[in-house]
């Protein structure tokens, strides 16, 4: 039987603090390493990228988040793609918990596939047990 990775699961601000060298990115970066010698599986809902690159559009304009969305692209990052099963989750999530819709996307996502979630956004502590976490 063949042996189960660890999956993670990457939220916007995850990202982010890669994208824009923030604190954090340091702890991103190495899983992502980890991902590309195929010692992890790292994963992103599609609503997440589309956050990451909307608000680098609105803060640094939309030929660097077009760049930014490239240099993305190159990562060992699976980009999971809006399904009927992932959004009904997240609908109930939206549903349950103070959370933002995109927020949930993510979270739907981790526990889906009974990840890890890499995030340094505080909404995610009301999931409580739920969904585990690694703050970056």
Not at 19 to 45: C, F, K, T, W, Y
Not at 62 to 68: C, G, L, N
Request: proline fraction near 4%; hydrophobic fraction near 50%.
């Amino acid at each position: 039987m063949p042996e189960v990775k660890r999956t993670y699961v990457l939220d916007a601000c995850a990202l982010l603090r890669l994208a824009q060298d923030e604190p954090g990115a340091a702890r991103v970066a190495e899983i992502l390493a980890d991902s590309a010698s195929g010692n992890v599986r790292v994963l992103m809902h599609q609503i997440n990228l589309g956050e990451v690159v909307y608000r680098i559009g609105k803060q640094f304009g939309w030929t660097v988040a077009e760049r930014k969305r490239g240099e993305i692209s190159l990562l060992p990052i699976g980009i999971v793609a809006f399904t009927e099963e992932l959004f009904w989750q997240a609908v109930k999530l939206k549903a349950s918990y103070p959370m933002s819709y995109a927020d949930c996307f993510a979270a739907a996502l981790a526990i889906k596939e009974q990840a890890v979630l890499l995030t340094s956004d505080p909404e995610f502590e009301a999931l409580g047990a739920a969904v585990i976490r690694m703050v970056v």
